[in-house]
T-cell receptor
Framework: GENVEQHPSTLSVQEGDSAVIKCTYS??????FPWYKQELGKRPQLIID?????GEKKDQRIAVTLNKTAKHFSLHITETQPEDSAVYFC??????????????FGKGTHLIIQP | DTGVSQDPRHKITKRGQNVTFRCDPI?????LYWYRQTLGQGPEFLTY????????KSRLLSDRFSAERPKGSFSTLEIQRTEQGDSAMYLC?????????????FGQGTRLTVV
């Protein structure tokens, strides 16, 4: 089955600097890669996703890049702000014989924005 | 209905008791997922429904876990003979389209504590 590795587990950056979180996956059939943000005590919320027909996608200060050959994808946050502090999870689809089921998630990155 | 709702938000139970959680998905969503999240980890996929059909249940943690979605709307997750290791956050998610390559919206979760 799909295995997703995420690094680093904790990332501390100065406010205004950039943050990069990296994930690798194992199943070459994977074609959808979402990123979720989870604030303390709250539900995971999708912040950006990418499909395998594109290599990069941007949404204001957030971007995701995908390298299908190397089986890795990354989240980039620029001009970080205090409200970016949260745990971020990458994910990839779980495939069974009948198609895609749920998502397998990385272990998360605790992003800390230092004032 | 503005989101996925779960009930109860918190449940404390004694070891050996049965518990049941409810999830109400976004009304037009035909896919419903159950995940478990333990402290410091990403959500772990358990099972999912396409309308009322449970299409994947091999990842349920043991035969003490079962889920239903009898009319293709709300779903329940039952844990029989609870153990301390079942203590976790149980998350429900729903998505609009048939296929995992679309945004899954999470509920706030039910936090289970087994004492």
């Amino acid at each position: 089955g799909e295995n997703v590795e995420q690094h680093p587990s904790t990332l501390s950056v100065q406010e205004g600097d950039s943050a990069v979180i990296k994930c690798t996956y194992s199943d070459s059939a994977s074609n959808y890669f979402p990123w979720y943000k989870q604030e303390l005590g709250k539900r995971p919320q999708l912040i950006i996703d990418i499909r395998s027909n594109v290599g990069e996608k941007k949404d204001q200060r957030i971007a995701v890049t995908l390298n299908k050959t190397a089986k890795h994808f990354s989240l980039h946050i620029t001009e970080t702000q205090p409200e970016d502090s949260a745990v971020y999870f990458c994910a990839a689809p779980i495939y069974s014989g009948g198609g895609a089921d749920g998502l397998t998630f990385g272990k998360g990155t605790h992003l800390i924005i230092q004032p | 209905d503005t989101g996925v709702s779960q009930d109860p938000r918190h449940k404390i139970t004694k070891r050996g008791q049965n518990v049941t959680f409810r999830c109400d998905p976004i009304s037009e969503h035909n896919r419903l997922y159950w995940y478990r999240q333990t402290l410091g980890q990403g959500p772990e996929f358990l099972t999912y429904f396409q309308n009322e059909a449970q299409l994947e249940k091999s990842r349920l943690l043991s035969d003490r876990f079962s889920a239903e979605r009898p009319k293709g709307s709300f779903s329940t997750l039952e844990i029989q003979r609870t153990e301390q290791g079942d203590s976790a956050m149980y998350l429900c998610a729903s998505s609009l389209e048939a296929g995992v390559n679309t945004e899954a919206f999470f509920g706030q979760g039910t936090r289970l504590t087994v004492v």
